[in-house]
Antibody, heavy 118, light 112 residues
Framework: QVQLKESGPGLVKPSETLSLTCTVS????????VSWVRQPPGKGLEWMGV???????AYNSALKSRLSISRDTSKSQVFLKMSSLKTEDTATYYC????????????WGQGTLVTVSS | DIVMTQTPSSQAVSAGEKVTMSCKSS????????????LAWYQQKPGQSPKLLIY???TRESGVPDRFIGSGSGTDFTLTISSVQAEDLAVYYC????????FGGGTKLELK
């Protein structure tokens, strides 16, 4: 059974760096791709970036300068780091998985709300 | 980036009613080599993560009721719910995966 679960701080100060972890089970990170998607309160979904099964990454051009996605396959974990946080980065952050050969987000974590506030 | 536009932004419906919602993309999502449209639909209920309903514009994900019907090609797509049930009240998003993913703004189904 495929599962993803996000974890991280619920509150971060402006200008600081956000670090989130997505812990997966039921599949290998070397054969699945994991994306991060965020959703500001009451608003729509924004794709942030992806780490593919081969370990390569791609990012939303609007966030690329502040965003880094990495992984530890031995721990089945994917990491998101985003620097220079602003209040408008307040959102629920989801990790979403999809297996090689597909391009849609078949599996989602429960999401974690991150509030950026001083 | 490919811009996805969904209409209407919200719609009031009654149980048993047929509902349609639109999703338009700023460029064609039809990949000529395989004749597939790179579009998915998701359902998001309050306080929950999005749930995949449809991919390749018209293929239902396993376990999705057959009242959910995806159609369209190129730049114009439609999600139809043939007979709305109370549990279908949610926000529906389209998403293209022709390029790096982008989502539409969503259509919220509310009770009339």
């Amino acid at each position: 059974q495929v599962q993803l679960k996000e974890s991280g701080p619920g509150l971060v100060k402006p200008s600081e760096t956000l670090s989130l972890t997505c812990t997966v089970s039921g599949f290998s990170l070397t054969s699945y791709h994991v994306s991060w998607v965020r959703q500001p309160p009451g608003k729509g979904l924004e794709w942030m970036g992806v780490i593919w099964g081969d370990g390569s990454t791609a990012y939303n051009s609007a966030l690329k300068s502040r965003l880094s996605i990495s992984r530890d396959t031995s721990k089945s974990q994917v990491f998101l780091k985003m620097s220079s946080l602003k209040t408008e980065d307040t959102a629920t952050y989801y990790c979403a998985g999809y297996y090689d050969g597909t391009y849609w987000f078949a599996y989602w974590g429960q999401g974690t709300l991150v509030t950026v506030s001083s | 980036d490919i811009v996805m536009t969904q209409t209407p932004s919200s719609q009031a419906v009654s149980a048993g009613e047929k509902v349609t919602m639109s999703c338009k993309s700023s460029q064609s999502l039809l990949y000529n080599e395989n004749k597939k449209n790179y579009l998915a639909w998701y359902q998001q209920k309050p306080g929950q993560s999005p749930k995949l309903l449809i991919y390749w514009a018209s293929t239902r994900e396993s376990g999705v009721p057959d009242r959910f019907i995806g159609s369209g090609s190129g730049t114009d797509f439609t999600l139809t719910i043939s007979s709305v049930q109370a549990e279908d009240l949610a926000v529906y998003y389209c998403q293209q995966y022709y390029n790096f993913p982008t989502f539409g703004g969503g259509t919220k189904l509310e009770l009339k």
